[in-house]
């Protein structure tokens, strides 16, 4: 059973900085990859998709990669942001399609 | 519809009772899940539908729980003899052929 496991729980970064947030899966079959932000009450907001013959997307001053041999994927935020505060959701779509697997999130706070 | 819609927004009810919460999906939009999100955690998928019909319904916990989706576009969760431990945040999402994900804003759900 696919397990997704986000470092660190939560974060708490001074405005500029450029950090890294970790997920990492107990599958290495992993297919298509989507990270998301999600605001305190709110609903998730698609940020970024790596299909699975992708290595990384970009996004603005977002970059998320995919080491499939590993397990592991990487999300980059470059100069950061009061506004980038929020949780960072992970997802891995399970082998048979038919649903996104989540980790439990990265808490970012940016202070300004 | 531009995004994903779910009615109602807050849902407060008595143990024991019945509830039904509704998911508009992105027109479009063949493929549909409905996910449970509890406090601290990263949302749990509960079902999936593609077109009409309930493709993988592994993730509904029990027999109380439901899921239609009739004319392959609205979509209604279906909650039979409420009890507290159902009190969560119920997301829908759609997506096209099960590629990116998109999220509703979700329908908070209290049973006292």
């Known amino acids: 059973k696919q397990e997704v496991t986000q470092i660190p729980a939560a974060l708490s970064v001074p405005e500029g900085e450029n950090l890294v947030l970790n997920c990492s899966f107990t599958?290495?079959?992993?297919?298509?990859l989507q990270w998301f932000r999600q605001d305190p009450g709110k609903g998730l907001t698609s940020l970024l998709l790596?299909?699975?013959?992708?290595r990384e997307q970009t996004s603005g001053r977002l970059n998320a990669s995919l080491d499939k041999s590993s397990g592991r994927s990487t999300l980059y935020i470059a100069a950061s942001q009061p506004g980038d505060s929020a949780t960072y959701l992970c997802?891995?779509?399970?082998?048979?399609?038919?649903?996104?697997?989540f980790g439990k999130g990265t808490t970012l706070s940016v202070s300004s | 519809g531009a995004g994903v819609s779910q009615t109602p927004s807050n849902k407060v009810t008595e143990k024991g009772k019945y509830v039904e919460l509704r998911c508009d999906p992105i027109?479009?939009?063949?493929?549909l899940y409905w996910y449970r999100q509890s406090l601290g955690q990263g949302p749990e998928f509960l079902i999936y539908?593609?077109?009409?019909?309930?493709?993988?319904d592994s993730g509904l916990p029990n027999d109380r729980f439901f899921a239609v989706r009739p004319e392959g576009s609205v979509s209604t969760l279906k909650i039979q003899r409420t009890e507290r431990g159902d009190s969560a945040v119920y997301l829908c999402?759609?997506?096209?052929?099960?590629?990116?994900?998109?999220f509703g804003e979700g329908s908070r759900l209290t049973v006292l």
């Open positions: 999402a759609s997506s096209l052929n099960t590629g990116e994900l998109f």
């Open positions: 599958d290495s079959a992993i297919y298509n």
């Open positions: 790596i299909q699975s013959s992708q």
């Open positions: 997802a891995n779509l399970n082998q048979a399609g038919t649903a996104l697997i």
């Open positions: 027109s479009g939009h063949t493929a």
């Open positions: 539908f593609q077109g009409t019909g309930a493709a993988d």
